[in-house]
Every structure is written in structure tokens, then in C-alpha cells.
């Protein structure tokens, strides 16, 4: 059990959450298509952050469904 039974959801006070950051917390599929596709370019250029590029785009292209 986590013990958090007790707690009221509607008394707590949560940190306030800017515009930006909620308009950040989805990407449209045509956005996520388009970062994956800078990603492996990214990763296939030789650049030093090349294989943290083709990790996100390995996790990304696993959620998303293909272009065709």
C-alpha cells in the first residue's frame, strides 16, 4: 500500500504551470515526424551527441506510427 490514501488531491497546492510548458507537453505527429527526422540526421552525422540523438530517435519512432 503507498499509504497516500489520506491525501485530497484538492487541498494540495501545486506549482503553477507556465503556457509554454503546457503547449510543450504534446507534439502533433507531422512534429513528431519532423523531430524524428532531425534526430537521425543528427545521428548519422558523426556529431558527438550522435548516439544520444539515435536513443531518442529509437524511443520516438517506437511511439509514433510511420509516415506511410
Do not use: K
Not at 2 to 7: S, T
Not at 19 to 48: K, N, S
Amino acid at each position: 500500500m503507498d499509504n497516500y490514501d489520506h491525501l485530497d488531491l484538492d487541498e494540495i497546492d501545486f506549482a503553477p504551470m507556465d503556457d509554454v510548458a503546457g503547449r510543450l507537453a504534446l507534439l502533433t505527429l507531422q512534429e513528431a515526424h519532423d523531430l524524428l527526422q532531425l534526430l537521425l540526421t543528427i545521428a548519422q552525422d558523426g556529431h558527438p551527441l550522435s548516439p544520444q540523438a539515435d536513443r531518442l530517435a529509437r524511443e520516438i519512432a517506437a511511439r509514433i506510427p510511420s509516415e506511410n
